[in-house]
């Protein structure tokens, strides 16, 4: 059965959220080009939990980078909650990056000069958010994820797994339609992952859509289905058991 | 994101490279600070010779001999030739003829030596009438000027200046003591106010002044040639009038036909401000040309560590274009950045320059005016500054794309 064929038996999850069709992505570096997706066709519907997995070099952060309207494909339709990405101006994806997507990257990214809670509000402020509003909201997305006492540390100050707890409630923060995860725990030692994964599932049991980036198969397993990704295909597309 | 988040985060970012900030700006306070000292000079100097030539006499004009040509054909600078005379003062100070001319100080001048006791100092003693006093603008410290009774008879009088006094007398009164000058022994009757002022290297206080008669007397000479003859018209208005009616008597008396050139030339305060300052002026436009490149080279400065900063922190802006920084968002917090270096740089500039033109004058002996408009302008040119050399790098940072800011290493 097709990927394609397999979402149209799917019967979990709302609308669909995700709508990817012939996604292309080709590199051109002097005479050599390179194709990193070769044609990708998906649907994420509202609600779910996907786990995309694939080798390094297999396309996988391309993709991230592609959902995350951080690059546009050479090729293909991507519709992201009902709006074509491929027709919109820098300025609208910037709209799109703010609104509706919350990142997690593995490197946590997080500004070394700024507060816990400063870094939480940094979405709130392209928003156009009030100020009294931001901090609350930041502070409360703090306390979600289990840091309502380190408010005011700077990220120098907070482990790994604090940090990465951060900015997982920097994606939250703005209530976007998804949250996307590049390799959330490659850079935390076991416990820190564990704390992250659990963070991340809950988000899921409330309801959140969450695309997680990784190469490691206990990781994947805590997804409720798994994207396999090869050579810049999908070459799987499997329901995983509810994880315990 | 508002204009006040804009400015919070750019203020952040200039906080935390305090160092790298304040080199920064440097260029621009070291430009700053010399543009408003050099036009502070160049004001204060001018400021300072206008101050010496209305301390002449405000209604002044000064008629001086003109050239000179000798049998052979050579010709004298201007003030050598020995065509005015006691009789064209005269003829001035006739009310009929130049009715707005309100006093007449013809002056000889010689430099001669004068002897008290066991003393004694060269100075230049000028003869002149009892006019002097007033058109000169000078007043007595002690003792009287000289009467026109003494005026006219040749008295052996004499008053000194301050500094001619000091020399000679160190110290005691010399009203009433004598000195003697080529022989003959004149009486001190007064002592000059000092004038406050020395113009073209001269001191206007040290000096003697006799009667024209007693002068020409003391250096045995018949010739009634006098060096200067002030003029000061009835008032400053009327300051033209005099100068034409002088002018239109002169050319009568010296019999100079039209087209040829006179003999004498008037002069009023006016050419000698222009004059003097068109040395300063020159001076002046040099420095500030110097003083403006060092503030172009503190505004490339400033563009320069801009564009250190964008590749520094590509990261930072790649993680604020994945949170929803719009193009524009970035290249206004890089512009507010370079903006407020730019500001702060000029602030401080301008905070060195008004210092420094109070700490100045007290070292080096000149006056610095504190030019508003210098002032005004410098701050003007600062934020220009800044947000001429912040637009490059800031449009360089909006144009990078997210993805290649948040993957560079």
């Known amino acids: 059965m097709s990927p394609a064929a397999q979402q149209r038996h799917r019967s979990t999850g709302g609308e669909p959220i995700i709508e990817l069709s012939g996604i292309r992505k080709t590199y051109t570096s002097g005479t050599i080009t390179f194709e990193a997706l070769r044609g990708v066709d998906s649907?994420?519907?509202?609600?779910?939990?996907?786990?995309?997995?694939?080798?390094?070099?297999?396309?996988?952060?391309t993709l991230?980078?592609?959902?995350?309207?951080?690059?546009?494909?050479?090729?293909?339709?991507?519709?992201?909650?009902?709006?074509d990405v491929a027709s919109m101006t820098e300025t609208q994806l910037a709209e799109v990056r703010n609104k509706r997507i919350g990142f997690v990257f593995q490197q946590f990214h997080l500004l070394a000069s700024q507060s816990a809670w400063?870094?939480?509000?940094?979405?709130?402020?392209y928003a156009g958010v009030p100020k009294a509003e931001r901090k609350e909201r930041a502070i409360a997305a703090l306390t979600k994820v289990g840091l309502g006492e380190?408010?005011?540390?700077?990220?120098?100050?907070?482990?790994?797994?604090?940090?990465q707890r951060v900015a997982v409630a920097r994606a939250l923060v703005t209530e976007p339609a998804m949250i996307l995860a590049d390799e959330p725990t490659g850079n935390l030692d076991s416990r820190s992952t564990a704390d992250v994964l659990g963070l991340l599932d809950d988000l899921h049991r409330s309801g959140r859509t969450i695309v997680l980036i990784t190469h490691e198969d206990e990781v994947a397993a805590r997804a409720e289905r798994n994207l396999v990704i090869r050579d810049g295909l999908i070459v799987a597309d499997t329901p995983v058991g509810v994880p315990a | 994101m508002n204009t006040a988040e804009t400015l919070r985060t750019a203020l952040e970012a200039v906080r935390s490279h305090r160092m790298r900030s304040i080199l920064t700006m440097l260029g621009i306070v070291i430009g700053i600070a010399s543009v408003i000292l050099t036009v502070g000079f160049g004001q204060g100097a001018r400021a300072q010779v206008q101050e010496q030539i209305s301390a002449l006499g405000s209604n002044l004009l000064i008629i001086s001999p003109g050239s000179s040509t000798d049998d052979s054909g050579s010709r004298g600078g201007f003030g050598s030739a020995t065509t005015l005379t006691l009789e064209d003062a005269d003829a001035i100070a006739d009310s009929d003829v130049v009715p707005d001319a309100d006093a007449v100080a013809p002056t000889t001048s010689t430099s001669t030596s004068l002897v008290a006791g066991e003393t004694n100092w060269t100075t230049s003693v000028v003869g002149t009438t009892t006019s002097w006093l007033d058109v000169r603008t000078r007043t007595l410290a002690s003792g009287r000027f000289f009467t026109q009774a003494e005026a006219d008879s040749g008295a052996d009088v004499v008053v000194l200046g301050p500094d001619t006094a000091s020399e000679l007398f160190?110290?005691?009164?010399?009203?009433?003591?004598e000195v003697t000058v080529g022989g003959r022994t004149l009486t001190v009757i007064g002592v000059l106010e000092s004038s406050g002022s020395s113009s073209s290297g001269t001191s206007e206080d040290d000096v003697a002044v006799v009667p024209v008669s007693t002068a020409l007397a003391l250096t045995g000479s018949t010739s009634t040639s006098v060096s200067?003859?002030?003029?000061?018209?009835?008032?400053?208005?009327?300051?033209?009038?005099?100068?034409?009616?002088?002018?239109?008597?002169?050319?009568?008396?010296?019999?100079?036909?039209?087209g040829d050139d006179a003999d004498y030339s008037i002069s009023t305060q006016d050419s000698l401000v222009e004059t003097a300052s068109s040395t300063n002026e020159t001076l002046s436009v040099l420095l500030t040309g110097v003083a403006a490149i060092s503030l172009?080279?503190?505004?490339?400065?400033?563009?320069?560590?801009?564009?250190?900063?964008?590749?520094?922190?590509?990261?930072?802006i790649g993680l604020r274009k994945a949170l929803g920084a719009t193009p524009s968002a970035i290249g206004k917090q890089f512009l507010a950045e370079a903006s407020i270096l730019g500001l702060a740089g000029g602030l401080l500039g301008i905070a060195i320059g008004v210092v420094g033109s109070w700490v100045l004058p007290a070292i080096i002996d000149q006056p610095v005016t504190l030019s508003l408009a210098a002032t005004a302008g410098a701050l003007g040119v600062s934020l220009a500054l800044g947000v001429g050399f912040g637009v490059y790098p800031a449009t360089r940072a909006a144009r990078l794309t997210p993805i290649d800011a948040l993957r560079s290493e």
Request: some cysteine.
């Open chain 2, 228 to 258: 200067t003859i002030y003029v000061e018209a009835a008032s400053a208005d009327l300051l033209s009038a005099a100068y034409q009616e002088i002018d239109a008597l002169l050319t009568t008396r010296h019999g100079i036909e039209s």
């Open chain 1, 43 to 61: 649907v994420v519907r509202e609600g779910e939990y996907v786990a995309v997995i694939g080798p390094s070099g297999s396309g996988k952060s």
């Open chain 1, 64 to 83: 991230m980078n592609i959902l995350g309207c951080l690059d546009n494909p050479t090729e293909g339709s991507y519709v992201l909650a009902g709006d």
């Open chain 1, 118 to 125: 400063r870094n939480v509000e940094l979405p709130l402020v």
């Open chain 2, 296 to 316: 172009l080279v503190g505004g490339i400065g400033v563009m320069n560590i801009m564009l250190v900063s964008v590749t520094e922190r590509i990261r930072e």
């Open chain 1, 150 to 163: 380190r408010v005011e540390n700077k990220p120098g100050e907070l482990s790994g797994g604090q940090q």
């Open chain 2, 170 to 177: 160190s110290g005691t009164s010399p009203v009433g003591e």
